[in-house]
């Protein structure tokens, strides 16, 4: 099993005829992904590696039954791209671009909740990747199996190296969300899915400073969540008040800072690592 993406994923790149749409289509192809269509508004009847370009989203859908979008546009097109995907009813949409704007977010965010149709993930993150199965976005796809770890994080890097760092056991599913103010699916969404998933038997989440993101999932866990958890939160180190790299990461008074995140994690059963390594070293000990 997975959460959100599987073996029955038929992915669709918006953007795909793009340097960067071309080149990440081209690794999760490599990975075993089933891409079968493009979309770039004009160059409908191209071809990329022999897969389909089309005008629409819409007529990529009809054509191809596909039902996950990986959009790879400019920030200025990507509020146009999450709509086209939302009105075209695509199940999921995964928006790796980064630099949207916040309104911009807040307004394609709000009309997926609307359309009730389409789970939104990202915008700035490195998608999601249900090892062996299918691989939506930049996440490498040779850097961990199958396995019983369910994994959602903040942050793409740390996201690489807690599957690395846990590559002999496997993971069912790992889920960049993005570490933007207004993002689509958070933590909550994924710990929901993966507490649902009947071959995740433990759940890594990765935070970072700034925002009350972890705290609320840790409320979440406490009332929700019977499988372990292990958490790691990035900035440990960070100055008060600093400003981080990820626009969400700013902290005000106690709350924000990693260390009131690991005390709420922590007052709700949640092993806290205070370096990846030492978080990859308590999952180790939970499945033993």
Known sequence: MAIFLDDNSKILVQG???????????????SGTNVVAGVTPG???????GIPVFNSVQEAVAATGANVSVVFVPPKFTKGAVIEAVDA??????????????????????????AGTTRVIGPNCPGLISPGKSN???IPGDITQSGRIGLVSKSGTLTYQMMFELRDIGFSTCVGIGGDPIIGTTHIDALEAFQNDPNTEVIVMIGEIGGDAEERA?????DNVTKP?????????????????????IVSGSSGTAAAKQSALEA???????TPSEAARLVRELLK
Not at 43 to 49: L, P, R, S, T, W
Not at 91 to 97: D, E, K, M, Y
Not at 106 to 113: E, N, V
Not at 229 to 249: C, D, I, L, S
């Open 229 to 249: 958890v292990v958490g790691y939160v990035a900035g440990f180190t960070a100055p008060e008040g600093k400003t981080m790299g990820h626009a969400g990461a």
């Open 16 to 30: 795909m005829t793009g340097s960067e749409g071309t080149k990440h289509t081209r690794r999760m192809v490599a």
């Open 268 to 274: 709700v059963g949640v092993k806290v690592g205070k």
């Open 218 to 222: 840790a409320a979440f866990i406490k």
């Open 136 to 138: 939506a976005g930049i």
């Open 43 to 49: 160059k409908g009847g191209k071809e990329v590696d």
């Open 89 to 114: 009813q695509v199940p999921l949409c995964v928006v790796i671009t980064e630099g949207v704007p916040v309104h911009d977010t807040a307004y394609f965010f709000q009309y997926a909740q609307n």
